[in-house]
């Protein structure tokens, strides 16, 4: 999730346990325990349809950025359609608590209560991905042969979500650039993310390649 331009995004949900209504910026307390929540949600049609409703309520000011339906208007900006819910959720933890950083998303996850955050994982983790058009078809199959080699270990051999790993299919090809070189800029003594030394070898043309070719699942 990188930032747009308004500061609003996610916004609230309406059910959940008690016990879950953590204050906004409570977020390591129950983290654990919210995402146990949240796979029990998941697990139940019920509870998953009425998480379902309260997220697609409150996320009218998401759809300018990441799209009513997950899949983003923006081409810097990630696609939040079929991710993993309980990633969607880590991220927003990350956030709240400066893992990650980005000028909008880190003060709004400041903002938002378990139960929003739930809902709202929820809500984006069931809708459908949809694939774009590559900038660059002909390094669609360079790109291919790339992630297969790089990536898809991880990622899956469609760059579908696993659990932590996030969706890579279908995401705009500026923001796969956006986020790869973030990632080749990260400094390994301060930061602890897999992804730093994946990133380190890649060159300008192996991101272009990759960029080309996800984007198209």
Known sequence: MAGCEMLRKL????LLVAGMMAAP????????????????IMADDSR????????????LFCGSCHGKDGNS?????????DQHPLYLFEQFEKF???????????????????????N????????????????????????????QAKCSACHGKEAEDFRDM????????????IALKRFKEMDPAAQSSPMIGIAAPLTAGDVEELAAFLTTL
């Open 166 to 177: 996030p969706r890579l299919a279908g995401q705009p090809s500026e923001y796969i650039k």
């Open 11 to 14: 916004c609230t949900g309406g």
């Open 96 to 118: 709240g608590n400066g893992v990650r950083e980005d000028y909008v998303m880190s003060k709004l996850a400041q903002t938002l209560t378990v139960e929003e955050r739930i």
């Open 48 to 59: 998953r349809d009425a998480a379902y409703a309260a997220g697609k309520e409150r996320i």
């Open 120 to 147: 709202i994982a929820v809500y984006y983790s069931l809708q459908q991905a949809k694939p774009r058009t590559s900038p660059a078809p002909d390094l669609i199959d360079a790109g291919r042969a790339k992630f």
């Open 73 to 81: 208007r923006r081409d810097y900006i990630p696609n939040l359609a």
């Open 25 to 40: 910026v409570a977020f390591s307390q129950s983290v654990h325990q919210a995402l146990s929540e949240l796979e029990s």
